[in-house]
């Protein structure tokens, strides 16, 4: 914030010279004029060269980068594993260990104030309901009701839960929840996967009908098994 209030700043005190610059431009020769401004041309030219190269650069690091990512390679191991300490609406504590009693768990945050996300429960409740729990557990974050917050808030809340069948695990949103799962959420709903180990499968932002995610849902549980038989 700062950083951009000072170029804020320095933008203005470089129009208010230019204006300045501009009288004293008039007073100089023609000639003397001309010159200054093929030099400014030149120079103008010499940094947009420049800026293209290092952008480019950039690219070229960020392609590999994500290869690398995609490829598991260069990536230190567990550097992608999700942890977190967090309670439940109902008062549980719950860590990030409980990734292991599943091959995927798929964390949904929400807010209360979220039409999709709340429209979304019920299907997501029957999902939960359908799969065995070695296979698939549900999870989720409640974006905008944080630990210790009003009674009230932690009731709506509930009553919506309730009311949409929405019978899995919802957390309270706290600092660990923030630090290590959602501090990349900008959108509601937004829904994410994560094997076994707590590494991140993939990442969907909004909502979907049953069969859509049941579609999603199978698709990784068939990559997560044939990743299970190559490692045996």
Not at 175 to 192: D, Y
Request: proline fraction near 3%; hydrophobic fraction near 40%.
């Amino acid at each position: 914030m700062k950083t951009k209030l000072m170029m804020l700043i320095l933008a203005g005190v470089l129009l208010v010279g230019c204006a300045s610059g501009d009288q004293a431009d008039a007073q100089k020769a023609p000639e003397e004029t001309q010159q200054e401004t093929v030099q400014e041309q030149e120079a103008a030219q010499q940094e947009e060269t420049q800026q293209e190269a290092a952008d480019a650069g950039a690219q070229e690091e960020t392609v590999s980068a994500n290869t690398q990512a995609e490829d598991g390679e260069d990536v230190a191991e567990g550097e992608y594993v999700l942890k977190f300490t967090a309670k439940t609406i109902d008062g549980e504590e719950m860590t990030s260990d409980i990734f292991a009693e599943s091959k995927i768990t798929m964390i949904n945050v929400w807010a209360t104030y979220c039409n999709p996300c709340v429209q979304e429960m019920p299907a997501l409740g029957e999902i939960a309901d359908s799969y065995d729990k070695a296979d698939l557990q549900i999870i989720g974050i409640i974006s905008d009701v944080q630990a210790g917050a009003p009674q009230a808030d932690i009731d709506q809340a509930k009553s919506l839960i309730e009311t949409r069948k929405a019978n899995y695990p919802n957390l309270l949103l706290n600092h660990s929840l923030v630090e290590n799962l959602v501090n990349g959420v900008t959108v509601v709903p937004s829904t994410f996967f994560v094997n076994s180990k707590g590494e991140p499968l993939g990442y969907i932002i909004g909502a979907n009908d049953k069969e859509t995610w049941i579609k999603i849902i199978e698709d990784l549980l068939s990559k997560e098994s044939s990743a299970d038989e190559q490692a045996e």
